[in-house]
DNA sequence: CCTCTTTTTCCTGATT
DNA sequence: CAATCAGGAAAAAGAG
């Protein structure tokens, strides 16, 4: 049902397997039942979005659920806010981290990509619950993707499960929630900018912002879309159609072609979200109200 | 149910 | 020629 899987589109699944992972962000809106407990918190709201102190938070949540010792996580090395943690490459992490990088790096990705799952899984609060620490296993999962991307020129985009892989992490998260008194998640829930609620969308479901974190994750971005000029924020399409596909595959519309997503990208223009670069095709440069994109940006 | 914004569809025509 | 680019129009989707 809620695969396309029309058999319009051949599956030229022996090329090189590409992992994507699209859809970020897709469950931080249902996920508000902790909200209740906790207030708004770092994992009810996408990474980009948190502040210094939700970062905290969630450097202190996997120590906890991880049973590390707090000074495997350098917090100094993370004063800075959920943009620029999203900026991070693994090597960064390491740097800063040590081997902890890998799992800070691993988990952000997946918070990133996933989100906070369906609300169906947060239901389960206590009753599902695994308990399931991070095991090596749980830790491989999460560096595999959830989605296999073939980027054949038939450019299909299959998906696996992805459900379990969130189920694992939910369960995860909720392992270590006992009672909503645990210590330090609640002396600060006021911290979350509830104002991100300000326009539309606070949460990155935009063509732009979709685009966007493609290009922040070469990892896992295979070849979809390049930066052309990384400071000006000028990238360029190498795969047009495949990028569509990934888009109409987050919207759950399997008919999306790279014609009418480029008809959602001039839209753009108006808005300053995107400059016109003429001349070359394929390729746009992000505008002054497009945000996030900046290596350094704050 | 209504309003406003964003995205999707479709289309005609121009460019590359 | 096939792909893109350009926008206008209008419908569909989402968020409030």
Redesign the pocket.
């Known amino acids: 049902m809620i695969l396309e899987g029309t058999g319009r589109m051949s599956i030229n699944s022996s090329s090189n397997l590409l992992h994507q992972q699209p859809s970020w962000t897709d469950g931080y809106?249902t996920c508000n039942v902790s909200s209740s407990f906790y207030g708004t918190q770092w994992h009810e709201i996408h990474p980009q979005y948190w502040t210094k102190f939700q970062v905290w938070e969630w450097l202190q949540h996997l120590l906890d659920t991880n049973q590390l010792d707090a000074n495997c996580i350098p917090f100094q090395e993370f004063d800075i806010n959920g943009e620029h943690l999203c900026s991070m490459s693994l090597q960064e992490f390491t740097q800063a981290a040590g081997t902890a990088g890998q799992l800070l790096y691993s988990n952000l990705q997946h918070l990133k990509w996933n989100g906070q799952c369906g609300s169906d899984m947060y239901q389960s609060h206590n009753v599902i619950v695994k308990t399931e620490q991070t095991d090596p296993s749980l830790m491989v999962s999460w560096k595999e993707d959830n989605y296999l991307y073939d980027s054949g020129y038939g450019s299909t985009v299959e998906l696996l499960d992805s459900k379990t892989f969130c189920r694992a992490q939910i369960s995860m998260m909720t392992a270590n929630h006992q009672p909503p008194d645990s210590s330090d998640v609640k002396k600060l829930q006021d911290h979350t900018p509830k104002s991100h609620?300000k326009?539309?969308?606070?949460?990155g479901?935009?063509?732009?912002?979709f685009i966007r974190d493609i290009l922040l994750n070469p990892e896992k971005n295979p070849g979809l879309i390049k930066w052309e000029d990384r400071s000006e924020g000028v990238f360029r399409?190498l795969k047009?159609?495949a990028v569509a596909q990934l888009?109409?595959k987050k919207?759950?519309?399997s008919?999306?072609?790279?014609?009418?997503?480029?008809?959602?990208m001039?839209?753009?223009?108006k808005?300053e979200i995107l400059e016109?670069?003429?001349?070359?095709?394929?390729?746009y440069k992000f505008g002054k109200n497009a945000r996030g994109w900046r290596e350094n940006e704050n």
């Open positions: 809106s609620t326009k539309h969308n606070p949460r479901t935009h063509l732009w912002e399409f047009s159609e888009w109409g919207k759950n519309n008919s999306m072609t790279y014609e009418k997503l480029s008809r959602a001039r839209y753009y223009y808005r016109r670069v003429d001349g070359r095709r394929l390729v």
